[in-house]
């Protein structure tokens, strides 16, 4: 067996796990083709031995004992009296002390397990990681992963229904699209039918399912598909959340070499914004929350249950549809360059002026607004 190298600390985690204390299972992702994500590429994927995770969570433990007698001593601990405990040396072990200084201090309710796929370790393991975690802090409420679609089918429901009573309640799955063609043209490795049955797994272990939409990645051939398939998959498998993250291209993704060669036409902010209307007026028969929570999306205002909440998720879409070319100019960049926080900023007399004072120095036009967004969205991802 390999070394135990210290408490590590994986590239990623959703938005939504904020305030979770990161614990990795695995390292990069098993699968790492799908043209659209570079995140892990170049790097080698591999499971961690379950021992090691024990034994960053009993360091989690001790770190997390040792600030709690300080801050609770009669008086309390000032800052000296923590960096005191802080470790010098090695860089893990300070990474570490870190991780549990952070979780305490956001009350200690939820556990985020890295990295892209943790539902690819084998279900016994995973119950015994799971097990030591409920044991070392028995007031969490919610451990999380992320996990691929194809993974997932492969597990039988009895080793889905052992991972929910051993704690695992929320699952994070990379969906991005229901539509064959764009699944296949994007290397997912995962067809429409596989997502289904494995949100449906999900679902039926009694884990929280959360589902990501991802449009504008079938570009301009496949919009539409791309949001009618979506749809009608997110529609059988009727997942907790539903969350939007738009198609952002930087130069080091496959992705970015099919737009240079033509085999990938982009969509632009408009046809990005009539494709994701049109995929939430196609939800049909659910319950999900759908959330538009990253710095990626448009509109994060895109925020309610189905299907009560419809006319308020799509009402900016058709509000911003609805404006003169010139003024959708404004509502992107304003958006892009993060002066405005909502749609509604637009009309904002002090943001717009802004806006409009950007857009006459950098000389951003309708004819050049797509390739303005898209090299603002590069720098997020």
Sequence with gaps: MEPYQGYELGPIRPPSEAQSLLLRITRNCPWNRCTFCGIYKG????????????????????????IERVVNRPGGGDRRDLLALQPERPASERLAFQAA????????????????????VKPDHLVAILNHLREAFPQIERITSYARSHSIARISDEDMARLAAAGLNRIHIGLESGADAVLEFVKKGVDKETQVIAGQKVKRAGIELSEYFMPGLGGEKFSRENALETAEALSRIDP??????????????????????GAFRKLGEVGMVEELLLFL??????????KSDHVLNLFPEVDGR??????????PLRAFLALAPDEQLLCVVGRRTGIFSRFADLYDPTRRRQVEALCAE??????NLDDFSTRMMAQLI
């Design 43 to 66: 790097e080698r994927f591999s499971v961690r031995p379950v021992e090691h995770v024990k034994r960053d969570i009993d360091r989690i433990r001790q770190h997390v004992s040792a």
């Design 306 to 315: 189905l299907p009560d909440d419809r006319q308020r998720l799509t009402a």
């Design 362 to 367: 950098h000389q951003i036009t309708l004819d």
């Design 240 to 261: 907790d959340f539903i969350r939007i993250r738009s198609l952002a291209i930087s130069p080091e993704l496959e992705l970015f070499q099919d737009c240079q060669s």
């Design 281 to 290: 007026e196609n939800l049909r028969g659910i319950h999900s929350r759908v």
């Design 101 to 120: 200084l952070n979780w305490l201090y956001s009350g200690m309710k939820s556990v985020f397990l890295q990295d892209a796929n943790s539902l690819v």
